[in-house]
């Protein structure tokens, strides 16, 4: 298994839908988890982190499977600001400070 | 305001020429590092450090150097760049218990 290995997209979804990536990790040892947001051309932006079961924020729900190592993360009611590259990050070595980031997930939002 | 300030934005150059890319945090973090991203690859992290004077390899560091003089600056040294570092460059920052911060990125083209 891949390191951090993310569903290859691209989401193309209509406004309103809701949408659902996943994303698996090799390193049974990790103990958090992120799933940063990254706008064409511009730095990854923290979206949620996962220290547990899950986490929700609004639209956005996470969640934490470790016995299947895999992370979901869900986006209700879309809208077109959510267009976007969903990046997948699991801590390496058991520390948090070297990351190793999924390839992305494209989500463009339609109206 | 809370920054990670790169520069240069944007650089085209030639082989061999060495270059330096400087990133400076205003946060007083004590964690900094440098990732690059390029096309179907994602994010890989080149190196990062934990501290003043404490440095480590990422997952591709060759070709690249780093220095941790002081807490605020984390410059990332091509001594002699090659064509295969044409990239888009990421510096992050980040103190206990909080996510990443990202600069706004370089985009190098070595020609």
């Known amino acids: 298994r891949k390191e951090v290995e993310q569903d290859p997209g691209p989401f193309n979804v209509p406004e309103g839908a809701t949408v659902a990536f996943n994303c698996t990790y090799s390193n049974s040892a990790s103990q958090s988890f992120f799933w940063y947001r990254q706008d064409c051309r511009k730095e990854p932006k923290l979206l949620m982190s996962v220290y547990s079961s899950g986490n929700e924020d609004g639209r956005f729900t996470a969640q934490l499977n470790r016995a299947s190592q895999y992370i979901s993360l869900l986006i209700r009611d879309s809208k077109l600001s959510d267009s976007a590259t969903y990046l997948c990050v699991v801590p390496s070595g058991g520390s948090n400070y070297k990351l190793t980031f999924g390839k992305g997930t494209l989500l463009t939002v339609n109206p | 305001e809370a920054q990670v300030t790169q520069n240069p934005r944007y650089l085209i150059t030639v082989t061999g020429k060495k270059l330096t890319v400087t990133c400076s945090q205003n946060?007083?973090?004590?964690?900094m590092s440098w990732y690059r991203q390029d096309p179907g690859l994602g994010l890989r992290q080149i190196y990062y450090?934990?501290?003043?004077?404490?440095?480590d390899k990422g997952d591709v560091p060759e070709g690249y150097k780093v220095s941790r003089k002081e807490k605020r600056n984390f410059p990332l040294i091509l001594e002699s760049p090659s064509p295969n570092q044409t990239s888009l460059y990421f510096c992050?920052?980040?103190?206990?218990?909080?996510?990443?911060?990202f600069g706004d990125g370089t985009r190098l083209s070595i020609l």
């Open positions: 946060m007083n973090h004590e964690y």
């Open positions: 992050a920052s980040k103190g206990a218990n909080q996510p990443q911060h």
């Open positions: 450090s934990m501290n003043v004077e404490v440095t």
